[in-house]
C-alpha cells in the first residue's frame, strides 16, 4: 500500500466523522424547532400562562445558547417531557369542586 492510500484510508474515517456530526446538529436543530412550534400551538390554546411551557420555553431559548451539543440534547429531552407533561395536563378533567384533588380517582 503506497503513501497516498495510506493517507485515503485515514481521511475517510474522518469525512464519515463529520457528516455524522453534522447530521447529529441538522436532527437536534430540527427537534428544537418542532418543540418551539408545538409549545406555541400549546400557548394559544391555553390563554392563560402555565409553569410547564415556560420551563420548556426557557430551556429552548436562554438556555440553550449556552450549551453544549449534548447539553443540548439532555435540553430537547426535558423540554419533550414538559411539553408532554403539558399535553397530558390539559386532557384531563377537572376534579368537582369541593371533593378535593383525589375525587377524580374515584
Known sequence: MGRAQRARSRE??????????????????????????LAATLRRQHAASTPFLDKAEAMLTRLWGRARW????QLLKS????IRLQQE???????????GSHAALF
Open 79 to 82: 423540554a419533550q417531557w414538559l
Open 89 to 99: 395536563n390539559t386532557e384531563l378533567p377537572a376534579a368537582p369542586r369541593g371533593l
Open 70 to 73: 449534548s447539553g443540548r440534547e
Open 12 to 37: 475517510q474515517p474522518a469525512v464519515h466523522a463529520a457528516q455524522a456530526a453534522r447530521l447529529r446538529v441538522e436532527r437536534i436543530l430540527t427537534e428544537r424547532e418542532r418543540l418551539i412550534g
